[in-house]
C-alpha cells in the first residue's frame, strides 16, 4: 500500500523533560487486502481494522462529461449566431421597407399629373 504506517502517540511531561512513545500497527493484513487500515477509535493499543478507500471513479465518466460540455458549448454558440443573425435580418428588412416606403411617398409628391382638358 505504501509507506504510510499509522502512529498513536503518547506523551508525558515532567519537569525539564517530555516522554513519547508510540505504537506502529501491524498493517500487512489489511495490505493483503489491497485495503487501508487504521487503529480502532474503541479498541485498545494496537488494535487496527481494515477499510477500503473509495477513489473517484475516472475514465469514461471523465470523456462523457468532456465531450458534453464541448458539445453543449457548441450548440450554444450556433444558437446564438443563428438568433443573431434573424434578429440583424429582420432589422435590416424593416429599414430597407421603410426606405422604399419614403420613396414611394416622395415620388407620389413629387410625380407630374396630367390634366386632360
Known amino acids: 500500500m505504501g509507506d504510510i504506517s499509522l502512529i498513536s502517540a503518547s506523551w508525558k ?20 487486502e489491497v485495503k487501508n487500515c487504521k487503529l480502532k477509535s474503541n479498541g485498545t493499543e494496537g488494535e487496527i481494522e481494515c477499510f477500503r478507500v473509495h477513489k473517484p471513479i475516472r475514465g469514461k465518466s471523465t470523456k ?17 449566431v443563428a438568433v443573431s443573425h434573424t434578429y440583424r435580418s429582420s432589422k435590416a428588412r424593416e429599414e430597407y421597407e421603410a426606405r422604399i416606403e419614403q420613396f414611394l411617398d416622395d415620388y407620389k409628391a413629387l410625380k407630374p399629373t396630367r390634366v386632360d382638358l
Open 13 to 32: 511531561l515532567w519537569p525539564n523533560r517530555l516522554f513519547v512513545s508510540w505504537i506502529n500497527p501491524n498493517c500487512s493484513i489489511c495490505e493483503a
Open 64 to 80: 462523457i462529461i468532456a465531450i458534453s460540455v464541448i458539445l453543449g458549448s457548441f450548440l450554444l454558440m450556433l444558437v446564438v
